[in-house]
């Protein structure tokens, strides 16, 4: 991260705290970077060899220190709000060994007859892994109010189970970043119909999101009913503005960066004789 054009950390510029409202976060804000998109991309790419010899350090520690700490990543947001882009420009700076994605779709026949947790706790990070969830646990209770598929008294009891569940994993040493990337609603539909529009991008294309936009207000509701119920000091949210892509990933990245430098991972002791061994070798 380039301390020159970050004027303050993102860490605590985008934290959601008391009196956090959503309605006043601009989406077209790049707040704390002094910067441009040119210099963004630049220190992106700047940080990203940082970024990479922290995990790597992370998951070394965790060969000969089971009990190591892991993060966990969690990207909620509307779609084509850069959830994708973040996982390829962000986390791909990094090897893959190290890396546990998971992209949380409609629950199965099978989930659904368990607690909404039961497939969230099976993809916890590991000791020494960055964790990703492409939508999460927190969908439960964003389209699970929005479009009622849960009675109230439900969704309520959901935002307590979420704010123990994240605090058994903190006690076990998972670092949570839980980050909703915010985009307009007027971004969100250029962005749709750019994919209407380019062939290549016809797959990404779900004509449910067409359904979903009109229910805009509902969803915005939703969120700012999650961050009242499950920011804690131990997994506060961060908002983060992404009409401009570069300045997300960027942020994502400087809050990833900050949680590692706090690690502080460090490379495992050689439990065998180096020296004896540089000689052993020498002499094949």
Same mark, same amino acid.
């Given at each position: 991260? /380039?301390?020159?054009?970050? &004027?303050?950390?993102?860490a605590t510029?985008?934290r959601?705290?008391?009196?956090f409202?959503?309605? +006043?976060v601009?989406p077209?804000?790049?707040?704390?970077?002094? =910067?441009g998109? $040119?210099a =963004?991309q630049a220190?992106?790419?700047?940080a *990203?060899?940082e !970024?990479?010899?922290?995990?790597?350090?992370?998951?070394?520690?965790?060969?000969?220190?089971?009990d190591?700490?892991?993060?966990l990543l969690?990207l909620?947001?509307?779609d084509?709000?850069?959830? =994708?882009g973040? %996982?390829?420009?962000?986390?791909?700076?990094?090897?893959?060994q190290?890396v546990?994605?998971?992209? !949380?779709k409609k629950?199965?026949a @099978?989930?659904l007859?368990?607690? #909404?947790?039961?497939?969230i706790?099976k993809?916890?990070p590991?000791?020494g892994y960055?964790?990703? !969830?492409d939508r999460?646990h927190?969908?439960d209770?964003l389209?699970?109010?929005v479009?009622?598929l849960?009675?109230?008294d439900?969704?309520?009891r959901?935002?307590?189970a979420i %704010?123990? !569940? @994240?605090?058994r994993l903190t006690?076990r040493? %998972?670092?949570i970043? $839980?980050?909703m990337?915010h985009?307009s +609603? +007027?971004?969100q $539909?250029?962005?749709?119909s750019?994919r209407?529009?380019?062939?290549?991008k016809h797959?990404?294309? /779900?004509?449910?999101?067409v359904?979903?936009?009109?229910l805009?207000p509902?969803?915005? =509701?939703?969120?700012q009913a999650? #961050?009242?119920?499950?920011? &804690?000091d131990?997994?506060?949210?961060?908002?983060?503005p992404?009409n401009?892509?570069?300045y997300a990933?960027l *942020?994502v990245?400087a809050?990833?960066?900050d %949680?590692l430098k706090?690690i502080d991972?460090?490379?495992p002791? *050689?439990? #065998?004789d180096v020296e004896? @061994?540089?000689?052993?070798?020498?002499? &094949?």
């Open positions: 991260m /380039n301390d020159a054009h970050w &004027t303050d950390s993102p510029l985008l959601v705290g008391p009196g409202r959503l309605a +006043d601009d077209a804000a790049t707040p704390g970077y002094g =910067g998109k $040119k =963004g220190d992106l790419s700047a *990203a060899e !970024f990479d010899q922290l995990q790597e350090r992370l998951y070394a520690q965790s060969r000969t220190q089971p190591s700490p892991s993060v969690v909620q947001a509307m084509s709000a850069g959830k =994708g973040i %996982v390829r420009h962000v986390i791909g700076a990094t090897d893959p190290g546990h994605l998971k992209a !949380f629950p199965t @099978e989930e007859t368990h607690d #909404f947790l039961w497939r706790e993809e916890v590991g000791a960055i964790g990703v !969830f999460s927190y969908e209770v389209i699970g109010r479009r009622q849960a009675p109230a439900e969704i309520e959901r935002y307590g %704010v123990d !569940f @994240e605090q006690e040493g %998972v670092h970043v $839980k980050v990337l985009i +609603d +007027d971004e $539909k250029a962005r749709l750019e209407l529009d380019r062939p290549d797959w990404k294309y /779900n004509p449910g999101d359904d979903e936009r009109e805009w509902a969803y915005m =509701g939703a969120y999650l #961050f009242e119920r499950t920011s &804690t131990q997994a506060p949210w961060f908002v983060v992404a401009h892509k570069w990933r *942020a990245q809050l990833l960066l %949680v706090r991972p460090q490379w002791v *050689a439990d #065998f004896a @061994e540089k000689a052993r070798l020498a002499a &094949t």
